[in-house]
């Protein structure tokens, strides 16, 4: 699971480093006000103001954690690992996705993403076991079985 993380943290991580600073900054905003209310002793007025802060706050993350969802729903969602046959491979003239193989599975075809290395590697014929990014379809970690 930790492959998983990490490849897509090296895959977005600018975005998920924006909203990760976001956190951060909400988190300590919110504690500091907390304190400085705390300290000052405003009562119900400083308590009100607090609660409202907080949920403004949460609204503005979830929004940021609802478009997060949009552009990478990876995010999100768990690995999905498929164990098969390599029926095919495929080069194509996409310059995002060059790189695809089908893998026959029990459960039927399935066209995934990999590297130029990993192509390379891969025969008609193979059993692998491949753990993959559900929406993207990019392969994380591949394992070629006798």
Not at 39 to 64: A, C, D, H, N
Request: hydrophobic share 45%; charged share 15%; glycine share 8%.
């Amino acid at each position: 699971m930790a492959d998983y993380y990490l490849y897509l943290w090296r895959a977005t991580w600018f975005e998920a480093l924006g909203l990760l600073c976001l956190g951060v900054f909400v988190v300590a905003r919110l504690i500091w006000k907390a304190f400085t209310i705390h300290k000052q002793g405003s009562g119900r007025l400083g308590k009100l103001i607090i609660v409202l802060k907080v949920v403004g706050w949460f609204g503005i993350l979830s929004t940021y954690l609802l478009m997060l969802h949009g552009v990478e729903p990876d995010w999100f969602a768990k690995a999905q690992w498929i164990q098969g046959v390599v029926q095919g491979k495929a080069m194509t003239q996409s310059s995002r996705n060059p790189y695809t193989i089908e893998i026959q599975s029990e459960i039927g075809p399935k066209t995934l993403v990999v590297d130029g290395l990993s192509y390379q590697e891969f025969s008609p014929g193979q059993r692998v076991k491949m753990s993959y990014l559900p929406h993207r379809l990019e392969v994380v970690t591949c394992e070629i079985l006798p």
